[in-house]
């Protein structure tokens, strides 16, 4: 006679050991990037027939499955769903209110308070710039601390110097996460070395940067990042000290599994730097030879007096653009509307108009075809295409407000047109608009429009270059 066999095994596999967290029954995994595989295996029971084949078991009395019996079972998956739902927004709700409190403490205290809540299931994103801030920071609160970096395998020497130069100066070790191997040499040898500078930089980060940042954060319940509001305030402008991450995930998978804090979101970049310069941090040496915001060699420059610090990283493409995607959830869409979570609800905010000097001249669609079509105008003019939410069109606005008013009755007419939206596709085709903000010079006494090359926007080059041309 046939018996019924029942085979049950338990497995966890990693490629790194656990620990137990102090919060958590459950076992945790205590490296960023490490797998967690923890299911029971059940095997269905099987019994021999007589031609000594398997087959499974049913009892004599089986019945088919009806519509009847599935109403239970779905009322009871949908229960679990909504319980699911409101742990979620109960969390979100928590942060809310915590980001709330925070909202005037000191980097120090949000720090303290980030180390304190998770303890070792937390980690610094450490990007090899000014962010070293935040190391700085958790090393003052006397608490342990953990660093994680991705290591895109393009970044400037000097970067990986400073690593270097960063752990001997804390006695820490940075966790460093890498790219797929397979993944970047199917790019490579599919699209070059540069494939960026053709067709943007999205494909790359996605494949050097985020997937890797995705992995570290699946080993983590939070995250430590060194974004400011000041950095780009046409897209980070509504980043909160701390929040439920809208993007990611962590070590308990799912939405809501991971928060993101942010200690510095609500200073200014030269406090930054005298925080830095007090303590005597390391710093990497790239800043002392112009450059602000430090990434990939390939995609990172200095930046001219006058220009936003964000204008250094990928700046054949238009501001809307620069940002990597490791920050998607706080990111502004192209029409200042806030793309994702903001202190966890989805927020539309309104960008002011920029460039409001009384001796500007605003033009219009039909205003700006009509100078267009002059072949011999009276005077001269400037004009800037531009986009309120362009982070680079408002670091200029202060230079080009005073060159409006400088100009004020010299018979040169300094203008505005804004550019994106329905505009954007006209002003490409017309206007020679290639990224925001662009600035045309139309002479005296010709029909075609001089493009300004430079990036040196400050009121001194406008003119000389107006000088030059008009």
Same mark, same amino acid.
């Given at each position: 006679?046939?018996?019924?066999?029942?085979?049950s095994?338990?497995?966890?596999?990693?490629?790194?050991?656990?620990?137990?967290?102090?919060?958590?029954?459950?076992?945790?995994?205590?490296?960023?990037?490490?797998?967690?595989?923890?299911?029971?295996?059940?095997?269905?029971?099987?019994?021999?027939?007589?031609?000594?084949?398997?087959?499974?078991?049913?009892?004599?009395?089986?019945?088919?499955?009806?519509?009847?019996?599935?109403?239970?079972?779905?009322?009871?998956?949908?229960?679990?769903?909504?319980?699911?739902?409101?742990?979620?927004v109960?969390?979100?709700?928590?942060?809310?209110?915590?980001?709330?409190?925070?909202?005037?403490?000191?980097?120090?205290?949000?720090?303290?308070?980030?180390?304190?809540?998770?303890?070792?299931?937390?980690?610094?994103?450490?990007?090899?710039?000014?962010?070293?801030?935040?190391i700085?920071y958790?090393?003052?609160?006397?608490?342990?601390?953990?660093?994680?970096?991705?290591?895109?395998?393009?970044?400037?020497?000097?970067?990986?110097?400073?690593?270097?130069?960063?752990?001997?100066?804390?006695?820490?070790?940075?966790?460093?996460?890498?790219?797929?191997?397979?993944?970047?040499?199917?790019?490579?040898?599919?699209?070059?070395?540069?494939?960026?500078?053709?067709?943007?930089?999205?494909?790359?980060?996605?494949?050097?940067?985020?997937?890797?940042?995705?992995?570290?954060?699946?080993?983590?319940?939070?995250?430590?990042?060194?974004?400011?509001?000041?950095?780009?305030?046409?897209?980070?402008?509504?980043?909160?000290?701390?929040e439920?991450?809208?993007?990611?995930?962590?070590?308990d998978?799912?939405?809501?599994?991971l928060?993101?804090?942010?200690?510095?979101?609500?200073?200014?970049?030269?406090?930054?730097?005298?925080?830095?310069?007090?303590?005597?941090?390391?710093?990497? $040496?790239?800043?002392?030879?112009?450059?602000?915001?430090?990434?990939?060699?390939?995609?990172?420059?200095?930046?001219?007096?006058?220009?936003?610090?964000?204008?250094?990283?990928?700046?054949?493409?238009?501001?809307?653009?620069?940002?990597?995607?490791?920050?998607?959830?706080?990111?502004?869409?192209?029409?200042?509307?806030?793309?994702?979570?903001?202190?966890?609800?989805?927020?539309?905010?309104?960008?002011?108009?920029?460039?409001?000097s009384?001796?500007?001249?605003?033009?219009?669609?039909?205003?700006?075809?009509?100078?267009?079509?002059?072949?011999?105008?009276?005077?001269?003019?400037?004009?800037?295409?531009?986009?309120?939410?362009?982070p680079f069109?408002q670091?200029?606005?202060?230079?080009?407000?005073?060159?409006?008013?400088?100009?004020?009755?010299?018979?040169?007419?300094?203008?505005?047109?804004?550019?994106?939206?329905?505009?954007?596709?006209?002003?490409k085709?017309?206007?020679?608009?290639?990224?925001?903000?662009?600035?045309?010079?139309?002479?005296?006494?010709?029909?075609?429009?001089?493009?300004?090359?430079?990036?040196?926007?400050?009121?001194?080059?406008? $003119?000389?270059?107006?000088?030059?041309?008009?």
């Amino acid at each position: 006679m046939a018996m019924p066999a029942t085979v049950s095994s338990s497995s966890g596999i990693t490629s790194f050991a656990f620990s137990r967290s102090a919060n958590s029954s459950e076992p945790k995994v205590s490296q960023i990037g490490s797998l967690r595989l923890l299911d029971r295996v059940h095997v269905t029971p099987m019994s021999l027939n007589q031609s000594g084949k398997r087959s499974s078991v049913k009892p004599l009395n089986a019945e088919p499955k009806t519509k009847d019996s599935m109403i239970p079972l779905a009322a009871t998956m949908v229960a679990e769903i909504a319980e699911e739902v409101e742990e979620v927004v109960e969390k979100i709700e928590d942060f809310e209110q915590l980001a709330k409190n925070l909202e005037n403490a000191s980097p120090l205290e949000i720090m303290d308070n980030a180390l304190e809540k998770f303890g070792n299931d937390i980690a610094i994103a450490f990007s090899g710039a000014e962010d070293v801030a935040l190391i700085e920071y958790a090393h003052l609160t006397g608490r342990p601390y953990r660093v994680f970096s991705l290591d895109t395998g393009r970044l400037n020497p000097e970067t990986y110097r400073f690593f270097d130069a960063v752990e001997k100066h804390y006695g820490i070790r940075i966790e460093y996460m890498f790219p797929d191997s397979v993944e970047v040499q199917g790019l490579v040898r599919s699209k070059g070395l540069f494939s960026f500078y053709e067709d943007g930089h999205q494909e790359c980060c996605r494949v050097r940067k985020v997937r890797p940042l995705r992995r570290a954060l699946k080993g983590l319940r939070a995250w430590i990042t060194g974004q400011r509001k000041d950095q780009s305030p046409g897209t980070r402008s509504e980043i909160p000290v701390v929040e439920v991450d809208p993007v990611f995930e962590g070590l308990d998978g799912g939405e809501g599994s991971l928060v993101k804090w942010n200690p510095v979101a609500n200073v200014e970049g030269n406090d930054v730097w005298s925080f830095l310069r007090t303590m005597d941090v390391p710093v990497n $040496t790239l800043h002392a030879a112009g450059y602000v915001s430090i990434g990939c060699e390939p995609c990172t420059r200095a930046v001219l007096p006058g220009q936003h610090e964000r204008e250094g990283r990928w700046w054949w493409e238009d501001a809307k653009a620069k940002e990597c995607g490791l920050h998607k959830g706080n990111v502004k869409d192209v029409n200042g509307g806030a793309k994702g979570n903001v202190n966890g609800e989805t927020k539309t905010v309104v960008v002011e108009d920029i460039f409001k000097s009384e001796s500007l001249v605003s033009l219009s669609r039909q205003g700006i075809e009509n100078l267009m079509k002059l072949e011999n105008r009276k005077e001269p003019w400037i004009v800037v295409l531009y986009a309120p939410w362009c982070p680079f069109c408002q670091a200029m606005e202060a230079s080009y407000d005073e060159l409006a008013d400088k100009l004020a009755g010299s018979g040169i007419k300094v203008a505005k047109f804004r550019a994106d939206g329905d505009q954007k596709e006209f002003a490409k085709q017309e206007l020679q608009l290639g990224s925001f903000p662009t600035i045309l010079v139309f002479p005296k006494n010709s029909s075609r429009a001089i493009k300004y090359p430079s990036e040196k926007r400050d009121v001194d080059s406008l $003119t000389s270059f107006l000088n030059l041309v008009r």
